[in-house]
DNA sequence: CGTTTTTGACCGGCGC
DNA sequence: GCGCCGGTCAAAAACG
């Protein structure tokens, strides 16, 4: 609260808008170039993430409009780079807040904004769950304050060690919605474990943990000062386990079968699926879908390895050619 | 009464 | 080394 009162909005205007930068979940400070890719000039990309500037369909090449199952395949495609995946409903190229649109045209535009790839290959992705288990372990372990802390160091550093690790393997995925709901309904179930004062947003940020066991899922959710009306999103990991057939009549009937068959890859386009305009029972129906991201982990430079990286051109031509499947 | 949210404290990373 | 900041913990409160 009191951190809260500390930041100003007004403060610092930022030529970002507020949809990069430090109040954007996926801006890396510490390697700015990730709009800065060759193919994609960073004046689009920066006005890409900010939907007052122009829509994703006059970013890139005058729109595109796909098919989810080759947006899949797309994602499946980068799941090892980091690349950034762009969804947004048409009728969110504007600021309108149009009601269910969840049912309209979908375009889903794919760029490459970040060289960044993943760290080692044959790092064990599927213990995530378990490290995230054991690394809240050893955070239990340490001693509350006050107390002694010699066998504390040795944890603190495994458990640095560990949480760096993790981190770094964590596949991120963010995208902006507009809606006038924070925490969108996905049909997993979240349990929140904090909330901090975003700097600079008046709006505070949101963690969340997925609730089923062993699944070390977690999502980070806060509203853009610059834009209230967006709310970013922000998915680390992978859910391993269906999604919650209880829920409200959500669960896996919310999406269409194609998308979930074709998740059989290690990165969560099924995941991405599930937040597709494409349900007509979205509790959220003012909700526009409008961008999507796909992250890497962050990862030293010195480690960086030769990842498949699908080429931006290539994820044009696909974007083309799901343009022309899709448009009558 | 079990589960979830709230919220202040704590920790580690990072920049200066 | 210090301070800032993002992320997490965990006890207490709130909720259903």
Known sequence: MSSDEKNNPQHNYDPFQGFNRSTFPFYDD???????????????????????????NDYFNGGSVINYNSFSRALDMS?????????????????????NSVGGDKHIQIHNISEEIPSTPNSSVSCSSKEVEDSSKTKKEKQPKGSEDHGDDRSKKVNKATK???????????????????????????RKYGQKAVKKSPYPRS????????CGVKKRIERSYQDPSVVITTYEGKHNHHIPTTLRGHGAGMFSP??????????????????????????????????????????????????QVPDYGLLQDLVSSFNRNQLP
């Open 258 to 307: 194609p998308i979930m068959a074709s998740s059989a890859s290690g990165f969560p386009h099924e995941f991405l699926s599930h937040f597709l305009p494409s349900s007509s029972n979205n509790p959220v129906g003012n909700t526009n879908f409008m961008h999507c991201q796909t992250l890497s982990p962050q990862q030293p430079q010195q480690h960086q390895q030769q990842v």
């Open 30 to 56: 510490k390697n700015p170039s990730i709009y800065h890719r060759s193919a994609a000039p960073t004046p689009a990309a920066v006005q890409a993430f900010d939907p007052s500037y122009m829509s994703f």
């Open 79 to 99: 799941c090892s780079s980091s690349d950034v995946v762009s969804a947004m409903d048409d009728s969110t190229g504007t600021t309108n807040n149009t009601k």
């Open 164 to 190: 760096k690790e993790k981190q770094q393997k964590e596949p991120r995925f963010a995208f902006l919605t507009k809606s006038e709901i924070d925490n969108l309904e996905d049909g997993y179930r979240w």
């Open 207 to 214: 963690y969340y943990r997925c609730t089923s066991l062993k």
